[in-house]
């Protein structure tokens, strides 16, 4: 669902009715994720391994030596950089010479020559099948990654689909060596249309009651997956906006306050720091009975599917310590790791279960991408 919140456009995923990632659009003028412009390396730090690129004009960026993909980097050097992580805080944007041109199928790659598969892609001969196309296509100069929803499709429209990004990723890299420093040499899409990409193996609907992002949307469908345009639904009732229809205010109160209760009366505390975030899990107003293995069970088992939604709701990012409930015996230990596994997942952002630790706390991280939207929405509640 893609409306207006608080002033900015959003993007609301749901599933099965759960709301579970809230995405507002952001254009502060800094650069968006996926944006492509010519940089000017402005200091080369061997000791941290990075430099410091300005993209545009006293807009400074961050770039690993590892993002830099073997290209020897000097002070005044201009070349090609893409936005990958936004700004946080006091922290600069991050920056990478390893441009990507995003499809509805796959993501042509420069800097990298190598072809990856989605790991949702299970078949042995149906990864090597894709593999196979993308390699004959991009013959090495140009990288590739396929996406899970190229899994069955024909040969000639993932074949056709590379062509035409490799084209536009030739043209890009083209124009870089004939303009000046600060140029953008290509725009973002809009954040919905990245969130439809990534939802194209199990999108079921599209709602808005935006026009302007209706035509976006039924052009980019029109493009790219013209099977798509018969799940664009347009909502037109002036008397009750559709993000007061579906409690998205509401849900954004609850996604900013740290107190979440669950269904069965548990719940989680959610604080987020500096350095990492904390959620403890409590029993609250759950009555336990006489079987407190079980109950204790039941309890971790139900907060493990809430901390995975909330992790993609809130957006959290970085290292995230979950305290459950205290296990005893093993197998519930493993069950109740396993159900995090299989619920984080569903998140297309990549999120990593690690272990948990001598002291009960169950380690995971969650790649930064944007703000969290604590820090997007700020408000006294």
């Known amino acids: ?88 805080k006091t922290k600069d944007p991050v920056l990478t010479c390893e441009l990507t041109f995003p499809g509805r199928y796959s993501v042509v790659t420069v800097g990298d020559g190598g072809i990856g598969v989605s790991a949702k892609i299970r078949t042995d001969a149906e990864r090597e099948r894709l593999k196979g196309i993308a390699g004959l296509l991009l013959d090495g100069e140009y990288g590739a990654i396929i996406r899970t929803a190229a899994d069955g499709v024909p040969e000639e429209e993932l074949a056709e689909e590379l062509r035409n990004l490799r084209k536009t990723a030739e043209e890009t890299v083209r124009k870089a060596g004939m303009r000046t420093p600060f140029t953008r040499l290509r725009d973002s899409d809009p954040e919905y249309i990245r969130q439809l990409r990534d939802t194209a193996s199990f999108l079921e609907e599209v709602v808005t009651d935006l026009p302007e992002v209706r035509e976006r949307i039924a052009e980019y469908f029109r493009q790219e997956a013209p099977d798509g345009l018969e799940k664009l639904r347009f909502y037109e009732d002036s008397m009750i906006p559709l993000a007061k229809l579906r409690g998205l205010e509401k849900e954004l109160d609850g996604a900013l306050r740290s107190l979440v209760w669950m269904k069965s009366g548990a719940n989680l505390v959610i604080e987020r720091t500096e350095a990492l975030t904390v959620v403890d899990v409590n029993t609250g107003k759950y009555i336990t009975g006489k079987k407190m293995r079980d109950a204790v069970r039941k309890i971790n088992l139900e907060a493990a599917e809430e901390v995975a939604r909330q992790m993609s709701l809130r957006n959290l990012t970085g290292m995230i310590l979950i305290d459950f409930i205290n296990m005893k015996e093993k197998e519930d230990v493993e069950e109740v790791l396993r159900c995090l596994r299989d619920a984080v997942s569903k998140d297309h952002v990549r999120t990593v279960v690690v272990d948990m630790t001598a002291l009960g706390l169950v380690e995971v991280t969650r790649q930064k991408q944007r703000r969290p939207i604590a820090e997007v929405f700020r408000r006294c509640l």
């Not at 960026?61 to 005044?76: I, V």
């Open 1 to 88: 669902m893609i409306t207006e919140l608080e002033g900015k456009t959003v993007t609301a995923g749901y599933d099965n009715g759960r709301l579970m990632a809230l995405i507002p659009e952001e254009n502060d003028g800094d650069g968006k994720i996926g944006e492509i412009f010519v940089g000017r390396v402005q200091n080369v730090l061997k000791n941290i391994n990075a430099a410091f690129v300005e993209y545009l004009p006293g807009k400074i960026g961050y770039l690993s030596f590892k993002e830099a993909h073997g290209r020897p980097l000097r002070n005044g050097e201009c070349f090609p950089v893409q936005i990958s992580k936004e700004a946080v």
